[in-house]
Every structure is written in structure tokens, then in C-alpha cells.
């Protein structure tokens, strides 16, 4: 008997939109009255894992724009005896985003300490961070092959350079299902209201149903919108909106069956309906003691923002989310193509202590083990300056980690050459990523297929491996 995720069902989809016309005004009445008795969605269902899943939920703290892994997690005291000078003949021909590099090597101006009983070197631009690293498994050796922002974090969320394709966190809740009836299944957060590079793509569903694309919420307050019934609304007033919204997604439904969307719309109204009981307490940070709020750093303006979004995505995955995504720098602010020290010395500033406090906190509630954390970019930077104070995109050998969920703590994976310019040891493509972090939630990525257009489609495009530190 396969193993593989059954292809989606055109013809249960076709019954399902067949039944929804025949029921006409009424679905508005007939959902409410499932939504009243507790009915779980179809979307929450899920399948069985392909095996026993290390971790029920995921955490990505994606920093956008490419953070610096030679001045963060990946000292390289090399660039010191080449700092003014071109990068040897040795290291190849370079090619950044601004095209051949010939720019002379840039130091960097870190002071760097191990910690830990592993001993893992952290820069002191993340203090906080460095006191954890013994939860971390820093890898070292990340290879992508996006060269510029908007390819670099497509592939990063979706495998492809090119968008059309699901997220990763579609995937997994196609996949897994959600484990929550009242919360979306895959969360999107944002510490600003800057836009993030690709927008929405980067949490779609491609072209599987719009019911798995992620949900964005606000990083501010209220984090959802229009989740209170506005006063003076009577029940009898909302069952018209209902019934009215009903007779809408019927004419809409007949003239264009094959959308995907009106599923999606439906079961998002459905959902709404849930969450009106139960997601204000789920996003309600009062209900935190003023220790914890001060952990995560929300009493210091620097490391408010981050911090919410950091508390929040605890909150929801100890309510049953599947995959929360925070990003942290939209619009780029990572990418120091000048003045590096800073650019970087401000962003460290905002996410080191919540990035801490995040995992102590998950910790300390018994969560660490069964919720994933990573950390990253869609690429690093290179060891050549660029004017003079800044480095270029590097795709070809960066450093991300993970913690939690059954990951080897305290472990280095990989390694950059000399200058920290390419992944020399243990090479890690996205889809490597992407395949181990799919194996930590229990899915094999080669096994988990979703048919489109009569072609069998995975989520790493038939490559990459899980790794085995990492996977187990």
C-alpha cells in the first residue's frame, strides 16, 4: 500500500462544489449549525505522518534581506590577513548580485567568545543568543542559488526561484493537517508594516488549494482584525449576513467552478466563525506576567516589536499551529550592501534578547521538544567589502540553525572555506533544508506528492536529502 499523500481529488472537489450549489442559501444556515456543534474542518483533518514526527509544529525566524554569517555564527580570523587586499586567485571567480567581485577583502570588527559547554563561537553583536547555543545546531555550510532578493527568498519559502509554487508552510499543512479547530493552521507574522519582499507568494499555496496558503496576522494590536462582533449585532442579524454571503459564493461557484478560492473563502468564513470565541484569548498578551513580557523585551523599544511577534508565535503553537513564519526586517533591512556595522548592530539589537527569550521560554513550558526553530535568510554576505563598508549578496556557503524538536543541540554542521566565501564541508541546499525540516514533522518529502496538471509534484522538486544529524 502507497505511502504517498493522495493526489488531490478533483472529483470529491467537484461533488463538494456540486453539493454547495444544490444547498444554495441554505449553506449559510447549514454551516453555522455544523460550526455550533463542533464540526472540524476539513483542512484540520490531516493524514498520518510517513513516520513519528519529532516535532508538531515549526517556528521560522526569517531575516530578510541576508544577514551576515561571517560577522555572526561564522568567525573567520583569515580575513584579517586579507582585509585591503583582493581575494586570492584560490577562491575562484566570484560572482555577486552586482556582478564579477574584485572588491578588496573587508574584516570584519567582531569580538568573538565560545560559549556553551559545546563551545559554539557567537559574535558579541547576539549576547542573548549566545547564551542558548547549547539548544542550537548551527549549520554552517547553507547553499541557495538566488542571487538576488526576490529569488533568494522565493526559493527560501518555496524551493523554486521562480514563484507559483507552495510555500513550505503549505506543504506542511497539507500535509499534517492542523492540530488547532478555532486557529489557522500556518500563521505569517511581521515585526513592521514594511512590505516583504514577493509579498503573500511567499506564504501561498501555489497550486494546490488556497486553503493551505498561509494567514497573515499584524505584529501590532489587535494582532487579528474584526475578530469582535461590532456592538448591537444580534445573532438573527448575523445568520442574514450568513445566508447572504451564501447566495453570493453560489452565483460564484456556478460561473466558475474550477476556482479553488471559493473553498478557501468558505472554510476562512467558517473559521472566523470559530475564532471569534477563542482567538482573542489566544492573541491576548495580557493574560502574560510582566517577567515574561520583560523576557521577550516588550518593555524596551528596541525589542518590542520582534518580541511580540516572538511571544505571540509561542502562544500560538502551544495552542496547536502547525507552522509559524515571523520575519524580521522587511523590505530588506538586512541587506548591508553599506555600512554594515551600523545596519547589523541595530538589527542584532531588535531580535537578539526575543530570539533568546523565545526559546527559553518554550523551554521552560516543555514546548522546545516538539516545536522546531530556525533561524536565517534567504543567503549571507560576502567577505569583499562593497563601499568600502558593506559586503554583497552570498549564496554559495552561509549559516542558519536550528533548535528544538529533536535537533542535536550544541552541534556546528559544515563549514565555509577561509574567507567564509563558499560551503567547503557537509553542503546543505534549500531543499536539504526544506526535506530535513518536512522529516523532523514526520513527512518523507519524496512521499508527500500533491498532482497537478497530471504531473506528480513534491515539495523539494525531487532533490535534496534530510539530513542526518539533524533528522536522525
Not at 222 to 241: E, F, M, S, V, Y
Request: proline content about 6%; some cysteine.
Amino acid at each position: 500500500m502507497s505511502n504517498e499523500r493522495p493526489a488531490h481529488d478533483a472529483a470529491a472537489v467537484a461533488s463538494r462544489r456540486e453539493w454547495l450549489l444544490r444547498s444554495g442559501s441554505g449553506f449559510g444556515a447549514i454551516a453555522l449549525s455544523g460550526l455550533l456543534q463542533g464540526l472540524r474542518p476539513a483542512q484540520a483533518a490531516g493524514l498520518p505522518p510517513h513516520h513519528a514526527p519529532k516535532a508538531k509544529s515549526v517556528i521560522f525566524l526569517f531575516m530578510e534581506g541576508g544577514p551576515s554569517h561571517i560577522d555572526l555564527f561564522d568567525p573567520k580570523p583569515a580575513l584579517h590577513a586579507l582585509a585591503g587586499k583582493p581575494l586570492p586567485e584560490s577562491f575562484g571567480t566570484v560572482i555577486t548580485a552586482m556582478g564579477e567581485a574584485r572588491s578588496p577583502v573587508l574584516a570584519d570588527k567582531r569580538q568573538w567568545k565560545q560559549h556553551g559547554q559545546s563551545g559554539i563561537w557567537v559574535s558579541d553583536w547576539l549576547p542573548h543568543t549566545a547564551t542558548m547555543v547549547d539548544e542550537l545546531a548551527v549549520i554552517r555550510s547553507c547553499v541557495s542559488d538566488g542571487i538576488n532578493h526576490s529569488g533568494g527568498i522565493c526559493q527560501m519559502n518555496t524551493g523554486s526561484l521562480l514563484g507559483g509554487r507552495p510555500s513550505l508552510g503549505a506543504w506542511a499543512t497539507y500535509g499534517l493537517g492542523s492540530e488547532a479547530d478555532d486557529l489557522p493552521a500556518f500563521v505569517v507574522m511581521q515585526d513592521s508594516d514594511a512590505q516583504v519582499v514577493n509579498g503573500p507568494r511567499n506564504w501561498g499555496a501555489g497550486f494546490m488549494p488556497a486553503v493551505y496558503q498561509g494567514t497573515k496576522l499584524s505584529g501590532g494590536e489587535p494582532p487579528i482584525a474584526n475578530l469582535r462582533t461590532p456592538q448591537g449585532i444580534t445573532a438573527a442579524r448575523q445568520q442574514a449576513k450568513l445566508d447572504l454571503l451564501a447566495r453570493f459564493n453560489h452565483d460564484y461557484a456556478r460561473a466558475l467552478p474550477e476556482q479553488t478560492d471559493l473553498d478557501a473563502r468558505i472554510r476562512n468564513y467558517e473559521l472566523a466563525f470559530r475564532m471569534q470565541a477563542t482567538a482573542p484569548a489566544a492573541v491576548d498578551l495580557a493574560e502574560e506576567t510582566e517577567e515574561t513580557k520583560a523576557l521577550y523585551g516588550l518593555d524596551e523599544k528596541p525589542t518590542a516589536a520582534f518580541g511580540r511577534t516572538c511571544l505571540l508565535a509561542r502562544r500560538l503553537v502551544e495552542r496547536g499551529v502547525r507552522f509559524v513564519q515571523i520575519y524580521h526586517g522587511a523590505g530588506n533591512k538586512w541587506d548591508a550592501h553599506s555600512g554594515i556595522e551600523k545596519n547589523h548592530s541595530e538589527l542584532c539589537r531588535q531580535i537578539d534578547k526575543p530570539v533568546a527569550a523565545l526559546l527559553a521560554d518554550l523551554r521552560r513550558r516543555g514546548l522546545l521538544d516538539s516545536t522546531l526553530v530556525v533561524w536565517g535568510g534567504e543567503f549571507g554576505r560576502t567577505p569583499m567589502s562593497e563601499q568600502g563598508n558593506g559586503r554583497d549578496h552570498n549564496p554559495t556557503g552561509f549559516t542558519m540553525w536550528m533548535a528544538g524538536g529533536g535537533v542535536p543541540g550544541g552541534t556546528v554542521i559544515g563549514a565555509t572555506d577561509e574567507a567564509g566565501l563558499r560551503a567547503v564541508e557537509d553542503k546543505m541546499h534549500i531543499h536539504d533544508l526544506h526535506a530535513t525540516i518536512l522529516k523532523i514533522m514526520g513527512l518523507d518529502h519524496m512521499r508527500l506528492v500533491y498532482t497537478h496538471n497530471g504531473r506528480p509534484e513534491r515539495p523539494t522538486l525531487n532533490e535534496g536529502a534530510p539530513h542526518p544529524t539533524l533528522a536522525g
